[in-house]
Every structure is written in structure tokens, then in C-alpha cells.
């Protein structure tokens, strides 16, 4: 039989995707376990830090498949998950394969290692997309290999890279991406653009990023909260691009309990955070250009608004494009970064 590797990886990058921007400060990733007739048992992702990782989950749906042990899907915890997998797999993985987005991880942090969870389960070919730059949790693949498994690496090494960059941002520094909502017609004012999931989403990312950086003129005519309420989560800071410094400080954005708010008009207030959201329109792009790593843009099935991007020559390549809900969601770097 031949196996179509880039395939299965493809499936666990485009469930990792998914979750880009809201595992931080952990990576996102992806994980497919394949059976021994070719058959996907599952396909998972790292959900948000201190969560199960992506290997973690996959395996567990992958057991469940096979077993119908229906007491692991109330597990959540992942050393709880560990437990249960190692007690009662009944080796009903040796002829499994494992595609995943990055390296396993070597060691025990908040959660326990997955490497060794695969090689104590017995699974013998696993498929690496990115290594893992973490020094902390790098050595993944060494310790599998060490315990007679076959580890083939760099599957579709370029994509997997692309999803990892803003890890591998964060830990030379920050990372810094640039989001906002249009229509059809590319209008990006006038009311609410987006779903209430794509919303909720955007919420789940301001929850775990540091700072929010939005206009000075959006904030004057919008009067919003910024906040992460759609999913219970904390607010951001804020750093105002503005030249006018005097703002209405009735604009709710400036009420939120635990967060600080900056008036600036220039950037050096980013050089103190370590994962930025950009929401803005055209103003706050090209003033920003030179700072943004990665734009996402959730494009509503609709027409209306007036304004939009205007003026502008930039081309991107796309990362991830998928239709969540209502919403298409694109994931994009400018070509010249």
C-alpha cells in the first residue's frame, strides 16, 4: 500500500491552524494517528496551554476508536489521560502510525512527556514536521528513536514551519499579528462585520496575548471595550496610537479593571511585550508594516460598509485558509517579510 504521508500531515496542520493564537504561549499543533489499513482513527489539536497536547488528545480519540472505552472521554486532565492509556492500551497501537505538526516533547512541564507516552504505548513509525526549538522540551525524537521507534522528520517541513513561526517568534522575542474583518466588497467599517464565532475566537486570543494596539481614531468613533468577555477571559493591555492625547475616558476600553492603557504615537511601547494584537484599519497597517510578523483577516458573506483598505500594493501568501461558521479565515504573510 502506498502511503500518502504529506496526506495525513496535512489533515493535523489543518486542525492545528485552528487554534494559531490562542495556545500561547505554547505552540499550536497538530497531530493525526493512522491505523494499520490506512484508516484515520484521529485527528486532534493543542487546545490552549496547560491543556492536553495535540499528541495527547489524538491518542485518546485514536483509543476510544479502537476500544470504545467510553471512561477516557471524561478525562481531561493530560496526566490523567497518560494513566489510562498506559493501563489498559493492551497494545492495540503497535501497528498505528503518528504524523504531528512538531517534535514530541522530551519533558515533563505542566504536562507529561509525549514522547514518552508514544514509546511506552509501542507505536513504531512516527512523522515529524518541525523540530522543536524549545531547549526545554527538544530531544523528542532522540528519545523515540532510542526506544525502537522510527522517526521520519521534516514531512511537509515548510507548512509546519509556517505554523510554528510565531512560537519560534516569541521565543527570539515577540510576535506581532495583525488582524481585522471585511466583507465581500472589502469594507471594513460600519457595525459589526463578523460571526459570533469568528467574535468569540477573537476574544480567546486577546485573552492569552499581552498587548492590544488599536487606533486612536477607532477608539473616538467606535467607543470599544477590547476586551476577552465572550469567553470569560482577561483583558489586555492597550497601546493607543494616537497624536491627540485627550481621549473620553467614558469609553468603556478605558474602564476595564486589571489592564493598562498607553497614548502614544510611536511603537516603542511594543518592545515590552512578548505576543501583540494589531486591530486596525488602514492607518494603523502602514504604521505597523514593519513591526507585523503574520495579518489574519475573517472575511464575512456579506456586502455594505464604505471604507476599506485603499492605496495599497502589498501581496500575500496564504498560510491557512478555511470557513469556520460563516466566515472564511485567512492566515497571511506579506511576501516581502
Known amino acids: 500500500m502506498v502511503i500518502d504521508h504529506n496526506f495525513y500531515m496535512s489533515l493535523a496542520l489543518q486542525e492545528a491552524w485552528k487554534y494559531q493564537g490562542v495556545t500561547y504561549p505554547n505552540p499550536a499543533v497538530g ?26 488528545n489524538a491518542l485518546k480519540t485514536a483509543y476510544h476508536k479502537l476500544t470504545q472505552d467510553d471512561y477516557i472521554l471524561a478525562l481531561e486532565d493530560s496526566a490523567d489521560i497518560h494513566t489510562h492509556l498506559l493501563s489498559n492500551h493492551n497494545n492495540i497501537f503497535h501497528n498505528t502510525q503518528l504524523y504531528t505538526t512538531l517534535e514530541p516533547c522530551s519533558h ?18 512516527v512523522y515529524v514536521g518541525s523540530n522543536d526549538p524549545n531547549k526545554k522540551a527538544a530531544n523528542g525524537n532522540l528519545l523515540l528513536s532510542m526506544n525502537n521507534c522510527m522517526v521520519y522528520t521534516e514531512i511537509m517541513k515548510k507548512e509546519c514551519d509556517a505554523l510554528l513561526y510565531p512560537f519560534t517568534k516569541f521565543l527570539e522575542g515577540r510576535f506581532v499579528f495583525f488582524k481585522w474583518a471585511q466583507r465581500l466588497n472589502g469594507t471594513i467599517d460600519d457595525g459589526v462585520i463578523s460571526s459570533k464565532d469568528s467574535r468569540t475566537l477573537v476574544h480567546a486570543m486577546r485573552d492569552v496575548c499581552d498587548l492590544l494596539v488599536i487606533g486612536g481614531n477607532t477608539v473616538r468613533n467606535d467607543r470599544p471595550t477590547l476586551d476577552a468577555r465572550l469567553v470569560g477571559g482577561k483583558a ?18 478605558f474602564g476595564v479593571e486589571g489592564r493598562e492603557v498607553f497614548i502614544a504615537d510611536t511603537l516603542e511601547k511594543l518592545q515590552e511585550y512578548k505576543h501583540i494584537i494589531i486591530e486596525g484599519s488602514h492607518g494603523l497597517y502602514e504604521i505597523t508594516r514593519n513591526e507585523v510578523d503574520y495579518y489574519l483577516s475573517f472575511i464575512a458573506p456579506s456586502f455594505g460598509g464604505v471604507d476599506g483598505f485603499s492605496g495599497l500594493e502589498d501581496k500575500f501568501e496564504i498560510l491557512n485558509l478555511a470557513k469556520e461558521s460563516q466566515d472564511i479565515i485567512m492566515w497571511m504573510k506579506r511576501i516581502d517579510k
Open 31 to 56: 497531530c493525526c494517528v493512522v491505523g494499520e489499513h490506512g484508516e484515520v482513527l484521529a485527528v486532534e489539536a493543542h487546545h490552549k496551554a496547560g491543556a492536553p497536547h495535540a499528541e495527547v
Open 108 to 125: 515533563y512541564g505542566k504536562t507529561p512527556s509525549c514522547a514518552s507516552l508514544i514509546a511506552e504505548l509501542g507505536i513504531k513509525e
Open 236 to 253: 489586555p493591555d492597550v497601546l493607543i496610537i494616537s497624536r491627540q492625547k485627550e481621549f473620553d475616558t467614558t469609553i468603556p476600553l
